[in-house]
């Protein structure tokens, strides 16, 4: 098992940035992906960013390449994601997501997840 907790999540004004932090407890963090998604009220959960577990290799989705960016502490237990030049249009729960296979943007191949933290962006 693997335990996740996000924090960092509050409201913004449009193009100033944050820093999201997930802790990890449980298992070897470094033995696992970790992705970055988030969910707006009535939309699907939509994919961020992903890492392997030595934070090597990253995967960007379009919607967010060059605004976000996705980083891990093993040493620390934590991942991180950071973001910029914020729109009203980022606002939403944000997630990060645990998994022992491989980066993917599918959400069902995440074995475990935190309880998210809100982001709003206000214009």
């Known amino acids: 098992q693997v335990q996740l907790v996000e924090s960092g999540g509050g409201s913004v004004q449009a193009g100033e940035s944050l820093r999201l932090s997930c802790a990890a407890s449980g298992r070897t963090f470094s033995d696992y992906v970790i992705a970055w998604f988030r969910q707006a009220p009535g939309q699907e959960r939509e994919f961020l960013l992903t890492t392997t577990g030595s934070g090597k290799s990253i995967y960007s989705a379009d919607a967010v390449r060059g605004r976000f960016t996705i980083s891990r502490d093993n040493a620390k237990n934590t991942a991180y994601l950071e973001m910029s030049s914020l729109k009203p249009e980022d606002t939403a729960v944000y997630y990060c997501?645990?998994?022992?296979?491989?980066?993917?943007?599918?959400?069902?191949?995440?074995?475990?997840w935190g309880q998210g933290t809100q982001v709003t962006v206000s214009s």
């Open positions: 997501a645990a998994g022992s296979r491989f980066i993917t943007t599918n959400p069902a191949l995440y074995d475990y």
